[in-house]
């Protein structure tokens, strides 16, 4: 049976954060392939503030049932208290590359 695709967004503090969480998704089988995207500026509300920040963003891809565990893992291993964890369904895609992610994740 094929699961449906994702593609989790998650920013982390620094390169370094965003290289170990990468690292530890793909080789524990919880995502295909995560793109790390350096340099984002985040403005947020945050207990009350506004806040700036300077965080690498993670683009992960990953299937619907791998999602529990991949989201297991982010909590466990990010410093931030309340991370960015947001899912997205993909809904197209070449179909080459989306059985590639289920080939890919456990």
């Not at 080789?27 to 995560?34: E, G, N, P, T």
């Not at 369904?89 to 179909?95: Q, R, V």
């Amino acid at each position: 049976m094929t699961s449906e695709a994702l593609l989790v967004y998650c920013t982390c503090p620094d390169d370094e954060t965003a290289n170990m969480l990468a690292e530890r998704l793909v080789s524990k089988q919880l995502a295909a392939c995560v793109n790390i995207i350096n340099g984002l500026q985040s403005v947020y509300a945050w207990q009350g503030k506004i806040e700036t920040s300077s965080e690498a963003l993670l683009l992960i891809k990953t299937t619907t049932t791998a999602y529990e565990a991949l989201q297991t893992q982010l909590r466990e291993h990010h410093p931030y208290e309340l991370p960015e964890i947001v899912a997205v369904s993909i809904t197209a895609g070449l179909p080459g590359y989306l059985e590639w992610i289920n080939k890919s994740v456990r």
